[in-house]
């Protein structure tokens, strides 16, 4: 596609529930990533794919979060047993390999309210 | 761990001010070095990155950002801003080797008419 692109653009989920989000990266690809910025904090690396593998999942908070990806394109981000401190916007962003010398493209994010 | 200090978190300023936005790391070793900004509504974008080579890198829209490596900083500049400059600036590194951005908590620019 034209640009990376997440959904939803907006999740208002109770306490308690679970949550799947999803990123559309740049097609051709291989790399994908996904941030977490809460309100007035900068961007928390989250974890990184390269094709459909996980080498880094350091950022993952807890064993609530995890993240797959198939084929090399859509990821999905999953939160179970939401709880309100997750609540802040969820950034996508794909590059074409990995490695901290490629520019990284973004999403538009996910805006998740835990209430 | 690597760190990112952006300690400015809102600069006011008016326009075709200059402005000076302020960012230190924390690791000496070597690094990649990234500003990208985030207009109203948009999402992030980058600005400028310094991978290798001159020390001072510049933008298509005026900005420039200067590597010093000795006071680990890379503060990004702008002789005379634009209301369309309005935005959040957010600085990120990574250490060569790595694969991951490490953010800074981004500062907030508006532009005074």
């Known amino acids: 596609g034209a640009g990376v692109s997440q959904s939803p653009s907006n999740k208002v989920t109770e306490k308690g529930k679970d949550v799947e989000l999803r990123c559309d990266p740049i097609s051709g690809h291989t790399a994908l990533y996904w941030y977490r910025q809460r309100l007035g904090q900068g961007l928390e690396f989250l974890i990184y794919f390269q094709g459909n593998s996980a080498p880094d999942k350091s950022g993952l908070p807890s064993d609530r979060f995890s993240a797959e990806r198939t084929g090399e394109s859509v990821s999905t981000l999953t939160i179970q047993r939401t709880q309100q401190e997750d609540s802040a916007v969820y950034l996508c962003?794909?590059?074409?390999?990995?490695?901290?010398?490629?520019?990284?493209?973004f999403g538009p994010g996910t805006r998740l309210t835990v209430l | 761990a690597q760190s990112v200090t952006q300690l400015d978190s809102q600069v006011p300023v008016f326009e075709e001010a200059p402005v000076e936005l302020r960012c230190n790391y924390s690791s000496s070793v070597s690094v990649y070095l990234f500003w990208y900004v985030q207009y109203p509504n948009q999402g992030l974008q980058l600005l400028l990155k310094y991978l290798s080579g001159s020390t001072l890198v510049e933008s298509i829209n005026g900005f420039e950002a200067e590597f010093n490596k000795s006071q680990t900083s890379f503060h990004l500049r702008k002789p005379s801003v634009h209301i369309s400059d309005t935005a959040e600036y957010f600085c990120?590194?990574?250490?060569?080797?790595?694969?991951?951005?490490?953010f800074g908590q981004g500062t907030r620019l508006t532009i005074n008419p």
């Open positions: 962003a794909s590059s074409q390999i990995a490695g901290g010398y490629n520019e990284q493209f």
């Open positions: 990120a590194v990574s250490d060569q080797g790595a694969q991951k951005l490490v």
